[in-house]
């Protein structure tokens, strides 16, 4: 089992910034990537930013150039730098911890940070 652990969300203006934290606990070498996903009132979960192990990163389109996603394996820790935020970033964020193995997939999910953009 892994356990994930968010901090760092609150209320910001718009064009400020954030970091949110994700401690990560238990059988982390189990783990391929890392990520953090977003999901707004009314709307379907979203993928922000991944990074896997091998240090590879994706970002969604609509935070590319704005958000960085990054990694201090010596703490376990994933963060996302979050810049130059915008009202509709607002939403619950949830850390995500993917194991994969072939066609197999398992999830991982912290309880999920608050983050509210005001305009």
Same mark, same amino acid.
């Given at each position: 089992?892994?356990?994930?652990?968010?901090?760092?969300?609150?209320?910001?203006?718009?064009?400020?910034?954030?970091?949110?934290?994700?401690?990560?606990?238990?059988?982390?070498?189990?783990?391929?990537? %890392?990520?953090?996903?977003?999901?707004?009132?009314?709307?379907?979960?979203?993928?922000?930013?991944?990074?896997?192990?091998?240090?590879?990163?994706?970002?969604?389109?609509?935070?590319?150039?704005?958000?960085?996603?990054?990694?201090?394996?010596?703490?376990?820790?994933?963060?996302?730098? %979050?810049?130059?935020?915008?009202?509709?970033?607002?939403?619950?964020?949830?850390?995500?911890?993917? &194991?994969?193995?072939?066609?197999?997939?398992?999830?991982? &999910?912290?309880?999920?940070?608050?983050?509210?953009?005001?305009?």
């Amino acid at each position: 089992q892994v356990q994930l652990v968010e901090s760092g969300g609150g209320l910001v203006q718009a064009g400020g910034s954030l970091r949110l934290s994700c401690a990560a606990s238990g059988n982390i070498f189990s783990i391929n990537a %890392m990520g953090w996903y977003r999901q707004a009132p009314g709307k379907q979960r979203e993928l922000v930013a991944r990074i896997t192990n091998g240090g590879s990163t994706n970002y969604a389109a609509s935070v590319k150039g704005r958000f960085t996603i990054s990694r201090d394996n010596a703490k376990n820790t994933v963060y996302l730098q %979050m810049n130059s935020l915008k009202a509709e970033d607002t939403a619950v964020y949830y850390c995500n911890g993917e &194991w994969q193995f072939g066609s197999l997939r398992y999830d991982y &999910w912290g309880q999920g940070t608050q983050v509210t953009v005001s305009s």
